[in-house]
């Protein structure tokens, strides 16, 4: 299915190195893009809801279900020709996350998490890998110039503890987390749109994510809602998870 509905028509014309943004038909002789779960998507073209680039969409005040949409997640990796960049698109339901899609259209991969169901890449299912030990991790964050101040520091906490510190992968990251081949992501100063999609994927496939002091993430979508900043940690095991945040010492 295509996801030109997301957009509007000012985005039409929004080209880089891979050409149009919108993954709307394949090209002639390509494989076609992996299904979604269609009952989500019944009605989706009349759907509004909260995005990055127009916030609040819907008539009303506030909604139970919102659709909370990023269209280029990672938009320094698209013009600079570096295919980690992603589509997110989650569904909440009274500010928790009840489905999340992270879109790869240039590598044609895309996960779906659903709450309470297992994880898929291209509907075969994902799982996170065990690591036990925080020495034994391999830690993605987007760039180390994001963090500044204590954050910068708590940063430094868990990066000197790991086996390999690895950077610039954007929602990629947490994508390559879910199907089992990184340990961590840390991330620093995220907007809502930047996380939420991100939710059901990762534990669907057996991970965790929160905030630096472990609460749960989530947000309430509305007409005088403001996309604050949050810290994120997500992990594929629960162990190390915890000697993240015991690293991190955020207050």
Not at 73 to 86: A, E, H, L, N, Q
Request: net charge neutral; aromatic share 12%.
């Amino acid at each position: 299915m295509g996801l030109f509905f997301f957009f509007d028509d000012e985005d039409l014309g929004k080209t880089g190195p891979f050409g149009s943004i919108l993954p709307c038909q394949p090209r002639e002789g390509s494989r076609k893009p992996p299904p979604c779960p269609p009952a989500f998507f019944q009605d989706s073209q009349r759907s509004n809801g909260y995005g990055e680039e127009k916030g609040w969409r819907y008539k009303e005040k506030y909604a139970d279900y919102v659709w909370v949409l990023d269209p280029i997640d990672g938009t320094k990796s698209f013009i600079t020709g570096k295919p980690v960049f992603g589509t997110l698109i989650a569904l909440l339901k009274k500010g928790k996350p009840i489905l999340g899609i992270i879109d790869q259209p240039v590598l044609r991969e895309r996960w779906i998490g659903i709450s309470g169901r297992k994880s898929t890449l291209n509907g075969q299912e994902v799982a996170t890998r065990t690591c036990t030990e925080l020495s034994q991790a391999y830690l993605y964050t987007t760039s180390p110039h994001l963090f500044s101040g204590d954050a910068e520091e708590a940063f430094a906490r868990v990066r000197d503890k790991v086996k390999v510190p690895l950077y610039g992968c954007d929602c990629y990251a947490y994508a390559l987390l879910a199907s089992g081949y990184v340990d961590l992501v840390i991330e620093s100063g995220l907007r809502p749109y930047d996380f939420l999609a991100l939710i059901p994927v990762i534990e669907g496939a057996g991970g965790v994510i929160t905030d630096w002091k472990g609460h749960q993430l989530d947000w309430k979508a509305s007409l005088d809602s403001r996309a604050t900043r949050f810290n994120v940690v997500a992990a594929g095991d629960k162990q190390i998870h915890r000697q993240a945040l015991d690293a991190l010492q955020w207050q």
